[in-house]
DNA sequence: TATCAATTGTCTCACGTTGTCATAACCATT
DNA sequence: AATGGTTATGACAACGTGAGACAATTGATA
């Protein structure tokens, strides 16, 4: 591999002035600069980043922990919010897939010791409190938390999500909402249904006897909402003009039931959903109305962050919006 | 940080003694060796990669250069099929994404030269040709192919996924297959046509003339298919008894369509697929029989090939299987 | 001519680790 | 006790980069 003295031999030169050019030291005449850096470019020749890692004492990676880069592909926005700045800001990203308090956390967590990792993101694909791993390392919690509170975190606003979710289905005419909600575990669907409730008192409306919650077990299979709810609920005396599902994944099951029942999506019922996940809400039919997860923006924040020279202790909430398709009409006044 | 040299001085002892026990070097009493083991666990020392880099003048990182982490959750497995062999050999990867040609890949390119990477995964989404970047360094081409074919290069078994996808629907009693096939720039729909007519002729049927290719533009919309070949075809003569989409995402659109047109899937005509895209193909009702793209043993091979030593150009095709699932049922004959 | 600034070069050290080589300690055999 | 052999330990250099101290050279200006 070329070095900056083999550079220096070939621009008859001397070492201490190669390193001036590539460190743009400005003492430097510069027909000087531009001799050696042609030869730079001619070689190809790039510094070696142990050498410049152990000489400054510091190593420009951050790492990535994250709980399941495999299984859900929102967390894909995470991953790829946290790498763009990290690359607009000249580090490296190290990724690493993890479970949360196995050996693979540790393992990772040593990797990047051994790096000398200037910090490193802690991320979850649901919303939750999470234990804090033992690490000397600068740390950010990304859609999870710890109960001390004393870590920067970086959270998702599901209260506002929420919130502005009801608000706008209130504001189109829809007056009997059902909130299909996701298990109580997960600290998001606690504050989405403090959001729901909040905007109904706003309009007037309690809503509090309007959400149910999927019994305990894996919430994927959202058998309990498809197979019990669904068919008593929309058979009812007084059906729900509009379904909020807890995640795109849960609409899914739910147009397929609504379409057994006889019933058309955004005819007959109005569905709603969380997440924005790509490209499934747009593949449906009709087109998924969903409040967007903000994951991107929230890979950046964490990254910006983590970057940050000041390691205040900050809970950031980044906020998200609705994303209109076709199964959220205005409501015809009936 | 603790250093070795540190170490050495708490035990009073060298500095090469304490480099001995790290690298478990079995030239050390055993007295010895607990003695300063006991001391490193204390201090919680972790050697330096840095300085191991330069020293050892190569560094234990693969690249791995996806041109969409983002938009296709198919390419998360074969980053973590990657990930997963890297870790267990003891290597580190460093996840870029990138555009193909673009800054974003020379970027990535420069920075792994950096770091003295030893090898560089580049993969698609699409199995498909793609022009090679000029670099020094050991590359594996993931899911795609340059014309010259002296690289390594890991790929599906397009062929094979549409032999046997065709073989075992001909086994379960269809007779009118219709092939809604993925654009023919890409590979792997040329392939899979192969297999598809193939085997259609090991049993005695022709089958050129049931494929249907969706037409130039974004193959992700599927509007060409959906509104155009489906009504048609479904309410035709002689109607397919069972639909081969091109991928599992186009499997969601017709479900959609076929509803509308009143038919019911699995019962009134099967559907299958390519990808077994999670958790689509899974939530999908009735739930998608699909040909498995066999992406997580391809990132596994493919870094395997990257930490090989001998680098003879090979071209490594991976075979999938079928998924069964409800969409594929035994046919009853008529 | 003296003075000054700009430019380039020499020399040295430091970062943390590990390979080479040398030395020291110990044991067994003559 | 002398020899040879093994085992255990230590001294030192080197990897590539960056920085400081300071000298040498050049060209311009007072």
Redesign the pocket.
Known sequence: ?T???DIARLA??????V??V??RDP???????KRIQDIIDQTG?V??EA??M????SSDIVGFLSEDVATTSSSIDLVRGAQDVAHAMGKQMMLFNIRRGEASETEALAQLARFRASACILATSFHREVPLPRTDMKTVLLNCYDADGDTATVLPDDRQLGYDLTTELLRRGYRRPLFLNLAPELAGARLRAEGFIAAGQAAGLDLADRIRTASAGPDRDHTYFVDDILPAEMTGAEPPDVLICGQDLMALPVYFALTRLGLVVGRDVAVTSFDNLQPLAKLMQPGLTTMELPYYDMGRVAMQQALSEHDSPVRQLVQGQLVERASLPLRQSA
């Open positions: 591999m070095t900056q003295r008859k030169t001397s070492l201490k002035t390193s001036r590539i460190n003492l430097v005449n510069e027909a000087t600069r020749y510094p070696n050498a410049r152990m000489r400054s004492q």
